[in-house]
């Protein structure tokens, strides 16, 4: 949901008031001719202020010069100006748009409110209150604004309830102010059961399972049969991690019903993005027990097969999908990520070359210019990367990253930073361009440039979980400041906890610091989050110093047969194998 559903214009009657004030003559005949006649040296007569219409017209005019030259807040504060004379709501919308644009909070609540005032029954107009009256810790007013969405909705108080929890759910920094408000208005409504299923939507969407599940089991006791009350509190479980108890009640959600095949479907999903892959795979393959045919099944099954790096148990489902006309640029694309698993560039890009349209287009533009990179033609991948970015000049800078990468993977590290450094002279503080730089500066050993453009970036956006995980990787990899590695990557868990890249470096600097039975379970976690072959060359290693030696040769061989050119892996086994 945006702040504005719909494009904001002037109103006619203001288009008008404006087009008839700019047209007209300014009536000052006898003004010039009592100027012209007043004697020399004479001191003039201080101007006449305008008429509240004309100084409202001149602020409308004075705003959409602001707008044009794109100075929001500048213009929202003329649109602001000519509200006190003109009455229009959607003035007052576009004002509120333009403060919102410009980031000003408290600016864009002064004209929210106005437009409010002057269209009252502007859901879209409560809905902006509400939101910038949570950031500017007015929870009353948001209560207020709430209490009056689930009052006055045109569907009903369920609807509006559904519709709060929507609203309350896109100011994730003010959770607990939003918790607090949803709880304030269910508190109103003790008997209605759409009431507690928002409160539990909206918990899980900030990450609060306990408390969605208490609003779910309270919803139920109010409406034993709702079945949106029992999968929400089958997300909530899920979401705990209590599975079993999962599992009771979608089993008691599936019987006699008769969307069964659907619902199960939903629940597969919910499990893997939960992080339950193989009992997700479980439930996939019940659907495609009943339903052979079921498209989004076959779909879902093949990504979790390809999380899985099974890329023989994922490609039967994508070729199913490759022979549906409004499937197969999805499933071309996939079946190309397979063969890239299985080391076949050729394939890879013949694949990759059918994916023309849908979601997946870009990216597999970007995988046909790495492909032919891996086939030796570096010179075709750069010029296909150059003829996309004059194609889509808003997109240059993701053409100029693959490329670098490109070149990277190439060997090429010194051309790779000169496009980097060409891009960057245009754009110096891009924190994607820096952190790419600063990764072909690492490739390149040159430590203190690639830290210094870390630097850069976490100067800007010091909870840039990216950067901190990579300045402190790079710490623990290349030097002894093993403190500061540790203190970079711990913020970074914070910050992502379930990241697999970010758990791989908290491992490898406990290694580093001789902690090498705390290494151990944080790399075996990584691992099975991402068996990604750097990953398992550190997992390998502390195998190898814990005494385990054979467990660590048969890690790094398989790691070795997915990815034989990883040189983080390939570095490992010359200096510990045979």
Request: with cysteine; charged share 25%; aromatic share 4%.
């Amino acid at each position: 949901m945006h702040f504005l559903r719909n494009p904001l214009r002037l109103t006619l009657s203001l288009a008008l008031a404006i087009l008839y004030g700019c047209a007209q003559a300014p009536a000052k005949d006898g003004a010039d001719q009592e100027e012209a006649s007043a004697p020399a040296g004479a001191k003039p007569a201080p101007a006449e202020p305008l008429p509240p219409l004309q100084e409202a017209q001149v602020d409308v005019m004075a705003g959409e010069m602001a707008a044009g030259r794109q100075q929001p807040k500048l213009a929202a504060q003329h649109f602001l100006s000519a509200l006190d004379v003109v009455r229009d709501p959607q003035l007052a919308a576009r004002a509120t748009a333009l403060a919102l644009a410009a980031g000003d909070d408290a600016l864009a609540f002064q004209a929210s409110r106005k437009w409010q005032n002057l269209d009252p029954t502007s859901l879209d107009a409560r809905e902006v209150v509400t939101r910038l009256a949570l950031r500017q810790g007015q929870e009353d007013e948001a209560l207020a604004q709430c209490a009056s969405i689930v009052r006055d909705h045109p569907g009903g108080k369920d609807d509006g309830f559904r519709n709060v929890a929507l609203v309350l759910a896109q100011e994730p920094d003010k959770s607990e102010a939003a918790l607090r408000v949803m709880a304030q208005l269910v508190a109103q409504y003790p008997k209605l059961a759409g009431a507690y299923q928002a409160q539990g939507l909206l918990a899980l969407r900030f990450n609060k399972p306990d408390l969605a599940e208490q609003a779910a089991r309270e919803a139920l006791k109010i409406k034993p049969a709702s079945k949106e009350a029992a999968l929400l509190l089958v997300g909530a479980l899920v979401k705990k991690g209590a599975i079993d108890d999962a599992d009771q009640v979608m089993e008691g959600v599936l019987k006699n019903n008769g969307d069964a095949n659907d619902l199960r479907l939903g629940y597969a999903r919910l499990l893997v993005e939960g992080g339950q892959l193989d009992h997700g795979r479980e439930q996939l393959e019940k659907v495609l027990k009943a339903d052979p045919a079921n498209v989004d099944a076959h779909y879902s099954l093949g990504l979790v097969e390809l999380d899985r790096r099974q890329a023989d148990q994922a490609e039967p489902h994508f070729q199913f999908l490759a022979r549906i006309p409004d499937r197969a640029a999805d499933a071309e694309y996939f079946l190309g990520r397979i063969a890239e698993l299985r080391h076949q560039p050729q394939q890879a890009l013949a694949h990759y070359q059918k994916v023309t349209s849908g979601n997946q287009a870009l990216d597999a533009v970007m995988r046909r210019a790495a492909m032919l990179g891996k086939l030796g033609r570096v010179g075709d991948a750069r010029a296909l990367l150059g003829e996309m970015r004059e194609q889509n000049p808003q997109l240059a800078d993701r053409f100029t990253l693959a490329e670098g990468q490109l070149l990277i993977d190439a060997g090429a590290v010194d051309q790779a930073l000169e496009v980097y450094g060409d891009a960057l002279k245009d754009a110096p503080d891009d924190g994607d361009l820096l952190f790419a730089r600063s990764l072909a500066y690492e490739r390149a050993n040159r430590i203190g440039d690639a830290e210094h453009d870390l630097r850069k970036v976490l100067d800007k956006s010091p909870d840039d979980a990216r950067a901190l995980n990579a300045l402190g990787y790079t710490l623990a990899v290349h030097t002894d400041r093993l403190a500061e590695a540790d203190k970079l990557v711990s913020r970074a868990l914070q910050l992502t906890p379930e990241d697999p890249a970010v758990i791989d470096s908290m491992g490898w600097v406990r290694y580093r610091q001789g902690r090498t039975q705390d290494a151990l379970p944080l790399l075996q976690r990584a691992y099975r989050q991402f068996p990604d072959a750097e990953v398992a060359a550190h997992l390998s290693e502390v195998l190898w110093s814990l005494g385990n030696k054979d467990k660590a040769r048969d890690l790094w061989t398989q790691a070795a047969r997915d990815d034989p050119e990883n040189p983080v892996l390939r570095d490992t086994i010359k200096r510990l194998g045979p």
